[in-house]
């Protein structure tokens, strides 16, 4: 199956700093990676998502880009605010079985931005 | 409308005590999939759910655990004669269809506890 590596498993900011987080995958088949955010206590949400046929996408603050021959993508976070301060999950479709109907996990981003 | 319901929030249990847990998906949401989260790991897939049938169990840990799904709608997670090394938080998260880039929102989750 597939396997997600997430790097680093923490990290500190200074607020208005960049944050970027990086992730690889095994499979050369997933062809979705999603990316959540969890803030403590609550429940994970997706922040963006890219597919396999886009190399990179922006929304606001938040990009994320993809490189599909070295099988790693990334997530960027400019001009970060205290309320960024979450854990951070990547996620990339499983293609085992035939069909991409699962998610696995990296391990998680803990970032913290200081004022 | 309403999102991924779960309950309870938190479960504490004295060890060898089966559990169960409680999901409630988006109404409407064909596919529903189970997740654990131990203290500083990741999502660890374990279950999930096409309608009421499960075509693919490999994420579930042992025996102990077993799942089902009735009316496309509720799931249930037990667990049998519970190990302390259960304790984690146990989400589940449901997607409007079967693919995985559609996107899993996922529910608060239940702290379960084994003493």
């Known amino acids: 199956g597939e396997n997600v590596e997430q790097h680093p498993s923490t990290l500190s900011v200074q607020e208005g700093d960049s944050a970027v987080i990086k992730c690889t995958y095994s499979?050369?088949?997933?062809?979705?990676f999603p990316w959540y955010k969890q803030e403590l206590g609550k429940r994970p949400q997706l922040i963006i998502d890219?597919?396999?046929?886009?190399g990179e996408k922006k929304d606001q603050r938040i990009a994320v880009t993809l490189n599909k021959t070295a099988k790693h993508f990334s997530l960027h976070i400019t001009e970060t605010q205290p309320e960024d301060s979450a854990v951070y999950f990547c996620?990339?479709?499983?293609?085992?079985?035939?069909?991409?109907?699962?998610?696995?996990f990296g391990k998680g981003t803990l970032l913290t931005v200081n004022p | 409308g309403a999102g991924v319901s779960q309950s309870p929030s938190n479960k504490v249990t004295e060890k060898g005590k089966d559990v169960e847990l409680r999901c409630d998906p988006i109404s409407g949401h064909t596919a529903l999939y189970w997740y654990r989260q131990s203290l500083g790991q990741g999502l660890e897939f374990l279950i999930y759910f096409q309608g009421n049938s499960a075509p693919d169990k490999s994420g579930l840990p042992s025996d102990r655990f077993s799942a089902e799904r009735t009316g496309g709608s509720v799931s249930t997670l037990t667990i049998q004669r519970t190990q302390q090394e259960d304790s984690a938080v146990y989400l589940c998260?449901?997607?409007?269809?079967?693919?995985?880039?559609?996107?899993?929102?996922f529910g608060a989750g239940t702290r379960l506890s084994v003493l």
């Open positions: 996620a990339a479709s499983d293609p085992s079985g035939g069909s991409n109907y699962k998610l696995t």
């Open positions: 890219i597919r396999s046929n886009v």
């Open positions: 499979d050369s088949a997933s062809n979705y």
């Open positions: 998260a449901s997607s409007l269809r079967y693919l995985a880039k559609n996107i899993q929102y």
